[in-house]
Structures are given as C-alpha cells and as structure tokens.
C-alpha cells in the first residue's frame, strides 16, 4: 500500500493511508543506508506487520524544520516580544526560494506596537508585497484559511512569533500547546514537542518548533543572490554580477536609489559573505 507519514513519535511512523493512520516502523535498510524518512513522505508500506518499504521521490526537504514536500510556508514573524528581525524573515525567504516553497509572510502581535512603530512595520510590508510576496497580519483569518486549500502548508519563523496561537485561533480543536516569551532572553520558550500533518481547510498543515537560526550549508553563492528576488529585474552589464562591488551594477544603483529595501541588501551582504560560503 501507498501512504503519506503525518507523524512521528520515537521509533513509531504514523502513516495515513485512505483516512485509515498506520502505526508503522521502518525498515533497517533505511539507517544503513543513512536514510532517514520525515513526516510528509509519501511511503509505500505493508499493511500487515505495519514496515515502511520504501520512500516515494520526495518534492523537497526542509532540514530545519524536517519535513518534506511542502508546497507553501507561512512565516509567521513577530512585530515585537520578540523583535521583528528582516534578518531572519529573509534568510527564510531564501531558504524556502532555494526548495521552490511559497513563502507567505504572516505578521503578529501588532498590537504591542506604538504608532511610529505600526507606521514602520507598515512600509516594510508593503515593499515585501511590491516585490511579489504575500503579506498578511495575523488577524485576517478569513484570507488564511483560504490559502490552505489542496496545499501542504508548513509553519515557521521565530520562536516565540505565535505559530500554535494562530492555528488554534483558525481551529480551537487543535488546543496546542503555546509557551510565554522569556523576559531574560527576549525569545519564546519551544512549545511544538513534534512535528505533524493536520488536515485543515481543504489542505494539510505542519505545525513544527519555531528557531531562531538558519544553516545554509546546501546553498552556493548564486542560490543565495538568486533568493533574493527583486534583484532578477536588473539587468546588470555581466551575466555572473554578484551585485557587491561590480561596477555599473544596476542593483547598487537601485540600492542607492532606494528602489530596493536598505535592510533587504544589507542582509543579503551578511549572508553572502559568510567565510564558509562556497
């Protein structure tokens, strides 16, 4: 039989077969080979002693969170407590461009903020919705839950930012357990314990532990010039521009024209600069 994994707990592979959940093991094959089978895989498995066989190509695989074929990804990214981060929101942005997963940024807790602070917030978004993302506040429920529909959604951003809040706000049978922000630490406390496949509004959804961190091990130089999007509508005057001291780069000049967002490229020049990129 063929099935997708929704959960996994130790050793134990929940396996959703026709509504019918299989609680599965796998096969040793698996760890000699150094395979390690997520929850959104879809598995052929056996029925009777309950084994995963085998597992079907996968669409993509996120490492942080581990989960595979994901369609979508709302970031959800705080406006304060803890501090919205551009950093973190487009390392993210890069990350889900490199596995082609659709980002959706979801704001919270604007209501922590003072009126020059919502007036800052507000422009941001709005250059994030002008170079082509979906950008919504938390609040607007009735345009989330239409996102979901025949897609595999994962959550994620910052711990601490209110993705359990939010899903038990778009389905209070949900009931998951959400955690306080550290006062000391400026951060939340993790509160998802595993990651797991719910069926919600026509889709699926993952809620998985918030992180503040980001490898990009897997990611060259250009993938990370590439996952920032923005920069593709400039044609600058050599083919390979890494759009950082080139000159007649056209995405400098958009830089120093402020066509393109001042923290959006000083980010891009931290994550490009890593001493350990290929």
């Not at 879809?42 to 669409?59: A, G, T």
């Not at 400098?252 to 990129?277: F, G, M, P």
């Amino acid at each position: 039989m063929e099935g997708q994994i929704v959960k996994i707990l130790s050793n134990l592979y929940f396996v959703n077969s026709n509504g019918k959940v299989y609680e599965c093991h796998s096969r040793g094959k698996f760890r000699k080979d150094n395979i390690i089978p997520t929850v959104g895989d879809y598995v052929k498995f056996d029925e009777k002693n309950e084994y995963i066989l085998d597992i079907l190509p996968r669409k993509n695989t996120l490492t942080r969170p581990f989960v595979s074929n994901v369609d979508q990804a709302f970031i959800i990214t705080s406006c304060k407590s803890p501090d919205f981060s551009t950093n973190l929101l487009d390392k993210l942005l890069v990350l889900l461009e490199f596995h082609q997963i659709r980002p959706i940024i979801c704001l919270t807790k604007q209501d922590l903020l003072t009126k020059r602070e919502k007036k800052e917030i507000k422009k941001i978004k709005k250059y994030y919705q002008k170079i082509g993302y979906i950008v919504l506040w938390n609040t607007n429920l009735w345009r989330i839950k239409r996102l979901f529909k025949e897609k595999t959604t994962v959550f994620t951003g910052q711990t601490g930012a209110g993705k359990s809040t939010l899903l038990n706000r778009l389905n209070k049978n949900l009931n998951l357990e959400t955690g306080e922000i550290s006062k000391a630490l400026g951060r939340g406390k993790h509160t998802t314990r595993h990651v797991e496949l719910i069926e919600l509004f026509g889709g699926k959804v993952l809620d998985t532990p918030g992180f503040s961190s980001i490898d990009f091990d897997d990611l060259e130089k250009t993938d990370i010039r590439n996952g920032f999007i923005e920069f593709q509508k400039y044609s600058c005057p050599y083919q390979d521009c890494m759009h950082l001291k080139e000159k007649e780069c056209k995405v400098l000049e958009a830089v120093n024209h402020h066509e393109i967002l001042t923290s959006r490229y000083e980010n891009y020049q931290k994550i490009i600069s890593d001493e350990n990129r290929k």
